[in-house]
């Protein structure tokens, strides 16, 4: 094109009301939630920008598909469209379909998993952690040292570090069910992996005899990156990197929530019959029979649908620039912010935007609280509060404090994202001013959900 605005590739089908709030019924509704924005009644949100996953907006096709959809018990068409959607990106023998991304981990898990057992990653996303540990294994995060660093820039901050890896893949292979890589990495900022580094990974793997799975729920957008900024990849289609990414794997988890541009939806695939038998088995108790796994018919068509648009080249473009668009807005307002803009989110360092509050009292926390106080935008914390309790009841600050704003696939005007970068900008000059906060109930596990807050 010769023109340098960059547009959404669609235009605007069905709309749907959004409700403006006053500060104080946005402070009526913060206490009756306990401070927690998973709480709220989501009329009462403005600007939703919790997650990406589920929350974006189908296109005619998907529709189209819906009404497609056939609930046939077993053998349905649908599913053998889905089936076929998914084999053309990722052609693994046994694709088995999951109402989400941790269901098909929990399933997973269960069989690989156990005491004893370790699962690395470049960094596990809460739910995989969490279906790890409720297992009694260990799930280690081995990111490159670049991806704990928000203000490091480099082009694939999600990357594998090697040589741990490979240091503890010398040590405890036998302990390795399976080595896990998630792309793009969510918990580490949404940032990409390389081609060159997945195969770095595959070989360790091969010389340790340990099977390589894909947490794959963001591929499009990660191999969009690859495509722009790893050599050699610029001229290439997005369906070949993916196919290529997934020629390296041994197996795979996918939320559809998110590249399958659907509001529900997963699956787990794998090479291997008998894992995939024992998967199966556990399937059947849980979700349902192999060809619908936890979903409907229709469900299954949007995804299929879904699967073959997220590869396009146009909605990929779009999709990039508009999430590092926000970034961009971001920084210009002096808003420190994880570097380079990651694929699906903006990340807001809250730990040094509030230096003031340390991180057991849950600076990010304190941030997402006063962006939905002051302008009605739900974050989410992505820092102590989500991965600050240990399995052993200890509690230690996480990594990094971060307040991830997940952008909704096809949602959001570039009107809505200037509103957003508007109120950050406002909350980020009165941020000397933002207290710390304290639990004052919390679950055993997964506590961000439901954990209520008071301030100190
Ligand atoms: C990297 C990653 N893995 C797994 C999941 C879990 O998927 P779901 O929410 O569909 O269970 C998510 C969801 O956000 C994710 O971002």
């Known amino acids: 094109m010769p023109f340098s605005t960059i547009i959404e590739p669609f235009r605007i089908h069905s709309v749907e009301p959004l409700k403006v709030t006053t500060v104080d019924e946005r402070r009526a509704a913060l206490a009756a939630a306990g401070g927690n924005l998973f709480g709220l009644h989501a009329d009462d949100v403005l600007i939703d920008l919790l997650t990406d996953s589920g929350t974006g907006a189908m296109s005619r096709d998907q529709w189209a598909g819906i009404q497609r959809g056939d609930e046939s018990y077993a053998g349905s068409p649908s599913w053998f469209r889905f089936l076929e959607a998914v084999q053309e990106l990722f052609p693994l023998p046994h694709v088995i379909p999951t109402h989400q991304g941790r269901a098909a981990e929990k399933i997973l898990f269960s069989v690989i998993g156990g005491p004893g057992k370790v699962i690395p990653n470049n960094t596990h996303f809460d739910t995989t952690r969490a279906n790890v540990e409720f297992t009694g294994a260990a799930a280690v995060d081995l990111v490159i040292p670049e991806g704990l660093d928000p203000a490091a820039i480099h082009p694939f901050k999600g990357n594998m570090d090697l040589e741990r890896l ?20 969510n918990s580490g900022g949404g940032q990409p992996v390389s081609l060159e580094n997945l195969r770095g990974v595959r070989t360790l793997c091969d010389e340790h005899g340990v099977p390589l799975f894909l947490d794959a729920c963001r591929f499009a957008e990660n191999a969009w990156f690859i495509r722009d900024r790893e050599p050699g990849q610029g001229d290439r289609a997005v369906r070949d990197i993916v196919r290529d990414m997934a020629a390296l794997a041994d197996g795979m988890t996918m939320s559809a929530k998110k590249d399958g541009l659907a509001n529900i939806g997963g699956w787990l695939a794998v090479r291997d019959d008998a894992l995939a038998e024992q998967c199966r088995n556990l399937l059947i108790l849980t979700e349902g029979f192999p060809t619908y796994g936890g979903l409907a018919g229709r469900d299954l068509e949007a995804i299929a ?54 991180p057991l009292q849950y600076p990010g926390q304190s941030l997402a609280i006063a962006l939905y106080e002051t302008g009605g935008i739900r974050a989410c914390e992505i820092g102590t509060v989500m991965f600050g309790r240990r399995p052993d009841g200890s509690e230690h600050p996480a990594a990094l404090d971060l307040v991830r704003l997940a952008i909704p696939r096809r949602t959001y005007t570039q009107s809505h994202i200037d509103y957003v970068i508007e109120v950050c900008a406002e909350v980020a000059a009165r941020a000397g001013d933002l207290g710390g906060y304290r639990i004052v109930e919390e679950p055993a596990t997964l506590r961000h959900f439901t954990a209520r807050f008071a301030p100190l």
């Open 166 to 185: 490979d240091g503890l893949l010398a040590e405890r292979a036998a302990d390795v069910p399976a080595v896990f890589v998630t792309i793009t990495n």
């Open 305 to 358: 649908q879904g699967l073959r648009e997220v590869v396009e080249h146009d909605y990929l473009r779009y999709r990039i620039r508009s999430t590092a668009y926000l970034g961009e807005g971001l920084l210009a307002a002096g808003i420190p912010v994880v570097q380079p803009i990651g694929g699906h989110a903006v990340y807001l360092d809250a730990r040094a935007l509030l230096p003031h509050v340390p």
